[in-house]
């Protein structure tokens, strides 16, 4: 089945400072990547995805970028502010009616004003 | 947008006891459904796939005698924990997709916190 790692596991950047957080998948059947902001006791919201079809998507502050040769996919987050403080998840699927969708351990990012 | 709830919200229950939890996909129907557990400060597990009019797909370690799973419409499934034990308190969250001309997005319900006691 699919494994995805994620790094770093903390993260602590200054107001102002770009942000990136690495992850690798194990399935090359999968070929849908979304990545997920939690705040603490609430549900992971959406904030960006990729489709295997594409290399890189940005949304204003938000990019991410997908290596299918290599497995490896990024998001990069730019001009952080106190609020992007969260846990992000990465996570990859097969993007098809199955859509079972295998979560990394997550990144505990802190925005220090 | 699309929405999914969960019901309760948190609920303790005494060691010993089932807990029911709901899933409802408000505004579209979902033929498959998903089951995650949190642990504190952990990711989200991947417990089942709750698909509706069939026997639910489990994980690998997941018993599926404790964790029985009911998907009896395209818009509720629910996760009902049996003999619960205090090792099963947890979040646990569900999750619908939504489909639509050939795409694909999956809305995560608030999610469940079960305290056992």
């Known amino acids: 089945g699919e494994n995805v790692e994620q790094h770093p596991s903390t993260l602590s950047v200054q107001e102002g400072d770009s942000a990136v957080i690495k992850c690798t998948y194990s399935d090359s059947a999968s070929n849908y990547f979304p990545w997920y902001k939690q705040e603490l006791g609430k549900r992971p919201q959406l904030i960006i995805d990729?489709?295997?079809?594409?290399g890189e998507k940005k949304d204003q502050r938000i990019a991410v970028t997908l290596n299918k040769t290599a497995k490896h996919f990024s998001l990069h987050i730019t001009e952080t502010q106190p609020e992007d403080s969260a846990v992000y998840f990465c996570?990859?699927?097969?993007?098809?009616?199955?859509?079972?969708?295998?979560f990394g351990a997550g990144t505990r990012l802190f925005v220090k004003a | 947008g699309a929405v999914v709830s969960q019901h309760p919200s948190w609920v303790i229950c005494k060691s010993g006891t089932s807990v029911k939890i709901e899933c409802r996909s408000l505004d579209f129907q979902a033929t498959t459904m998903f089951w995650y557990r949190q642990f504190p400060k952990q990711s989200l597990m991947l417990m089942a796939t709750?698909?509706?009019?069939?026997?639910?797909?489990?994980e690998q370690g997941v018993e599926k005698d404790k964790f029985l799973i009911n998907h009896a419409s395209l818009t509720l499934s629910t996760l009902t924990v049996t003999s619960a034990h205090p090792e099963d308190s947890s979040f646990y969250i569900c999750?619908?997709?939504?489909?639509?001309?050939?795409?694909?997005?999956?809305?995560f319900g608030p999610g469940t916190r079960l305290t056992v006691t």
């Open positions: 990729i489709r295997s079809n594409v």
């Open positions: 996570a990859a699927a097969p993007y098809t009616g199955g859509f079972k969708t295998i």
């Open positions: 999750s619908a997709v939504y489909t639509r001309t050939g795409q694909y997005e999956q809305y």
């Open positions: 709750s698909n509706e009019g069939s026997k639910a797909t489990y």
